[in-house]
């Protein structure tokens, strides 16, 4: 199974932006859909945005709407995960997952994931 890899975490001021990134190990992301998600320290893994990426639909939660943005390079090796307007309640460890066939009960939910990084931090902090 291809690992999956992020990159672009790091520290930022509140109103700050970051572009996170997910690969496949320089192979093309064969899967139906990559999710993003984050875990703060104590609290459960909650589900960010998910692009599908044969339908290029995509689904946000109500927390980063408006803020965050997903979209894909055109050969389909990297997911971005493009962070406006940072809050400090958008700290936390954020993966990338894939789903290689469809969606189940919901698209956020991480038991619907097959294979997942192991993330990258992110600090918003003044």
């Known amino acids: 199974q291809v690992q999956l890899v992020e990159a672009g975490g790091g520290l930022v001021q509140p109103g700050g932006s970051l572009r996170l990134s997910c690969a496949a190990a320089?192979?093309?992301?064969?899967?139906?859909?990559i999710g993003w998600f984050r875990q703060a320290p104590g609290q459960k893994r909650e589900g960010v945005s998910v692009?599908?990426?044969?339908?290029?639909?995509?689904v946000y939660a109500d927390s980063v709407k408006g803020r965050f943005t997903i979209s894909r390079d055109n050969a389909k090796t990297t997911v971005y995960l493009q962070m406006n307007n940072l809050k400090p309640e958008d700290t936390g460890t954020y993966y990338c997952?894939?789903?290689?066939?469809?969606?189940?009960?919901?698209?956020?939910?991480?038991?619907?994931?097959?294979?997942w990084g192991l993330g990258t931090q992110v600090t918003v902090s003044s």
């Open positions: 997952a894939g789903l290689r066939l469809g969606y189940g009960v919901h698209p956020l939910l991480p038991e619907e994931y097959d294979s």
């Open positions: 320089g192979s093309r992301l064969d899967y139906y859909a």
């Open positions: 692009l599908a990426l044969t339908v290029d639909t995509t």
